[in-house]
């Protein structure tokens, strides 16, 4: 590729902050949950890089096809790639594109397409590199490149942006899962590639009341390591969800000395740990079954699933919670409106 440039190009991070920063400094845009994409076209070559530098194209093919239509034959963008289903983004059908063959890979990307929501223009039509010029200058050059180049392009969307907070609280608070948070970008900042001083990122937390259905110990330790979380179904199956496992050395040892008296089987008389998931490893199996006697409130980001996408942070015990009021809806997801600003192509399952 003949383009300023080149891939691996880090792309600008965020620092994360618990409240949106404020000033006529500050820019908000939603934080979509997907896969960060640098998006490089050069005539007809075309790469998709992710965050970390790695290629994506092959993984989302549609998407390849889909820049190769687009009038303008040079170009980076910054951009988020998603798959709207039913009316909301499945990071599951994300991470189903991820490592298997390709003739599965081209079935799914037939059956939910994945789309570009697009935050940034680095190098223009012109082959001419934008990451000198603050963003002031270039979130207006990035509207006119859409509305020239993007506007009637399938699969591809110019994401929100907004200098007035209370409309970025807005998104924050009414759109469920659609969205990973707000985005907060200095204007007055040249893109920060691989830095985290120009961006910050508000994202959603809530918290849990999960049963604790077993533990994990700490690899070549007496004393726990994971505290494995439960949720009960609508059949009253109780079910692994997930794990928390932000102790200190103390609490590890005091907790140890909590749960062992209560290692009985089944623990989980539902889905149990030990079957695939995204946290596999070989010790997988290796964990004790618990009496059903424990509740803990915890704080997570994403459930998506039937589980918690991340590991979670213990906030406390809840002896005043009865193990069976810890049921799968406290995690329910509202489905959000902010897909209809993009416009709307999603398939139905």
């Known amino acids: 590729m003949s383009l300023p440039i080149k891939s691996p190009f880090p792309p600008m991070e965020a620092r994360s902050v618990d409240q949106p920063p404020v000033g006529e400094q500050w820019q908000y845009e939603p934080k979509w949950d997907g896969f960060r994409c640098v998006v490089l076209r050069d005539g007809n070559d075309v790469e998709l890089q992710s965050k970390a530098g790695q290629p994506l194209a092959r993984y989302f093919p549609e998407l390849v096809d889909v820049v190769r239509t687009i009038g303008a034959k040079q170009f980076v963008l910054d951009s988020e790639i998603v798959i709207p289903v039913e009316g909301r983004l499945s990071f599951d059908d994300l991470l189903m594109r991820i490592h298997p063959a390709e003739s599965r890979i081209r079935k799914l990307a037939a059956e939910f397409p994945a789309m570009l929501i697009v935050f940034d223009l680095l190098v223009d039509e012109r082959g001419k590199t934008l990451v000198d010029l603050p963003f002031v200058e270039r979130r207006p050059r990035l509207e006119k490149f859409a509305a020239k180049y993007l506007a009637k392009v399938g699969h591809i969307r110019l994401s929100p942006s907004t200098t007035d907070l209370t409309i970025a609280k807005k998104w924050f608070k009414a759109t469920g899962g659609n969205l990973d948070g707000i985005i907060a970008k200095r204007r007055d900042l040249p893109y920060r590639s691989g830095e985290r001083d120009g961006m910050q990122k ?57 749960v062992e008296p209560l290692i009985a089987p089944p623990g989980f008389s539902g889905r149990a740990p030990g079957g695939p998931s995204r946290w596999s490893t070989r010790r997988t199996g290796e964990w004790k079954p618990l009496k059903t006697k424990l509740v803990v409130e915890v704080e997570y980001d994403h459930f998506t699933g039937d589980r918690f996408r991340h590991g979670t942070r213990f906030i406390r015990w809840r002896p005043d919670k009865l193990p069976a009021q810890c049921t799968m809806d406290q995690v329910a997801q509202r489905t959000g409106s902010m897909l209809k600003l993009l416009g709307s192509h999603e398939k139905k399952k």
């Open 202 to 258: 508000i994202k959603h937390h809530r918290t849990a009341d999960c049963v604790v259905g077993g533990f994990r110990y700490a690899e070549g330790k007496p004393v726990i390591g994971s505290l494995l979380l439960g949720l009960y179904d609508k059949g009253g199956l109780l079910n692994h969800v997930g794990f928390t496992s932000s102790f200190n050395a103390a609490d590890r040892k005091r907790i140890t000395g909590i």
